[in-house]
Structures are given as structure tokens and as C-alpha cells.
């Protein structure tokens, strides 16, 4: 059983940087497609940004411009940058992990985020 696991969240103010880092507990596990979901009170959680093998990235519309993912495919390390971050970005962030496509097959326990005004 792979198990994913994240660190990096924590308290930041608005505007502030933070780095999520996710690894795969399984050297040979190769998802075909990884990624960060979030969940907020109250609110479904959402798919931030994916990354496939081949470095393909997509993201949401409301984080465009201040996340970056990044992959390395050996070992299975997804990270997400967060620049510019907002009150409405605090959320617990999960890393998942996809064989061929979502939904995903593996989830990470999840790191909280907030972000004060």
C-alpha cells in the first residue's frame, strides 16, 4: 500500500509565501498523474493543480498566477509554491495521486493551511 505523505502548511499572513511537499511512501510507485485538492469549512473539497509525467500542468482559475506545481518523477515528490496568498486559500490541502486520471487512487492525510488578513 503507497502511502503519500505532505508537509509544509502552517500560518502565514496575506500576501505570504508557503511550499507544500508531498512524497510517495514507495520508490517504484509511478502515478500517472499527481496533485493537490483542498477543502475549506463548509465547502467541497476542489482540485488546486495537477502535474502528469510528462510535466503537463493544469490549475484552477482561482490560483493561476500565484501556485506552481512541480514534480520529480524519481522518487515521486509533487510540490505546490504558493505566492500571494489570500484569506480564502486557507483550506486543508491533500496531495493525491492518480494511476491513469482522477479520481485519484491515493490521498495524503492532509496539511492545514491558513492565511490571515
Known amino acids: 500500500q503507497v502511502q503519500l505523505v505532505e508537509s509544509g502548511g502552517g500560518l502565514v499572513q496575506a500576501g505570504g509565501s508557503l511550499r507544500l511537499s508531498c512524497a510517495a511512501s514507495?520508490?517504484?510507485?509511478?502515478?500517472?498523474?499527481m496533485g493537490w485538492y483542498r477543502q475549506a469549512p463548509g465547502k467541497q473539497r476542489e482540485l488546486v493543480a495537477s502535474?502528469?509525467?510528462?510535466?503537463?500542468?493544469n490549475y484552477a482559475d482561482s490560483v493561476k498566477g500565484r501556485f506552481t506545481i512541480s514534480r520529480d518523477n524519481a522518487p515521486n515528490t509533487v510540490y505546490l509554491q504558493m505566492n500571494s496568498l489570500k484569506p480564502e486559500d486557507t483550506a486543508v490541502y491533500y496531495c493525491?495521486?492518480?494511476?491513469?486520471?482522477?479520481?485519484?487512487?491515493?490521498w495524503g492525510q492532509g496539511t492545514q493551511v491558513t492565511v490571515s488578513s
Open positions: 493525491a495521486a492518480a494511476r491513469t486520471w482522477w479520481p485519484p487512487d491515493y
Open positions: 514507495r520508490s517504484t510507485f509511478s502515478p500517472k498523474v
Open positions: 502535474i502528469n509525467r510528462s510535466g503537463s500542468t
